[in-house]
């Protein structure tokens, strides 16, 4: 890096996109955002910690290139694009007003004066949390929510608890492929906007850096070499 080891080994050279401090109640922890080549991710890695000595050479500094940033655009698209699958599975999973439900176990009701089976629908006509349930928050447990549904056929409102009843029909509610992409790739453009926004400038430094580096070490190596032209230069 730009990622400096105890023993001063560089790690990460071009590759570090943002770095940030954790600090918690006794101790502070340094992470640096890096982009791994290998693994073809983005993921952060602890550079320092007040929790122990962590040596003189020890450190970091952003320094991402712009192959870097265009690596790590595709990440994060790729990694919206999951995110927003998995999230658009549990939207239309989830119960709320309007939708069709069926019960998930036979339900036995005394105001409809039958037993409910599963299989049977009805839509969603109130959704909230329910009343008189003041044990449960007494004793630190989260009340379920609760489900006004209207049957096909019934005249009254059954409340139910939400995980009684399951929507119907949810894989019609997903979002598009097509839709989820342009979202995914508008939400890894923002991401890299933001990085360059904020790090612009201490990009450039760090690409100085390691181009300064770069002619030390080539300096050095000729030194070692014997080639004394080299050096001079």
């Given at each position: ?18 770095e ?36 003189a ?26 995110r ?13 007003k ?26 969603v006509?109130w ?25 096909e ?13 399951e ?53 050095l190596f ?5 080639d ?6």
């Amino acid at each position: 890096m730009a990622v400096l080891d105890y023993d001063g080994k560089r790690s990460f050279v071009g590759r570090v996109l943002a770095e940030r401090e954790y600090n918690g109640y006794h101790d502070s922890d340094f992470y640096a955002l890096v982009y791994s080549d290998e693994t073809d991710s983005v993921y952060e890695v602890e550079f320092a910690t007040t929790r122990g000595g962590c040596g003189a050479a020890f450190g970091t500094y952003v320094d991402a290139t712009d192959e870097t940033l265009d690596k790590a655009e595709a990440v994060f698209k790729r990694d919206a694009l999951d995110r927003l699958r998995l999230n658009d599975i549990e939207s239309a999973k989830t119960v709320e007003k309007g939708k069709t439900v069926t019960v998930t176990r036979k339900y036995r009701s005394r105001k409809l004066g039958r037993t409910l089976n599963p299989g049977d629908t009805g839509t969603v006509v109130w959704y909230g949390r329910g009343f008189g349930q003041t044990y449960a928050e007494k004793y630190g447990r989260t009340p379920p929510m609760r489900a006004g549904v209207k049957f096909e056929g019934e005249t009254e409102t059954l409340f139910l608890d939400s995980y009684d009843v399951e929507v119907v029909g949810w894989e019609d509610l997903l979002k598009s492929e097509e839709t989820l992409r342009e979202e995914a790739d508008r939400a890894g453009r923002n991401r890299r906007r933001e990085l360059e926004t904020r790090y612009a400038k201490r990009y450039a430094e760090g690409r100085a850096k390691n181009e300064r580096a770069a002619t030390a070490l080539e300096a050095l190596f000729a030194f070692l070499r014997g080639d004394s032209k080299a050096v001079a230069a």
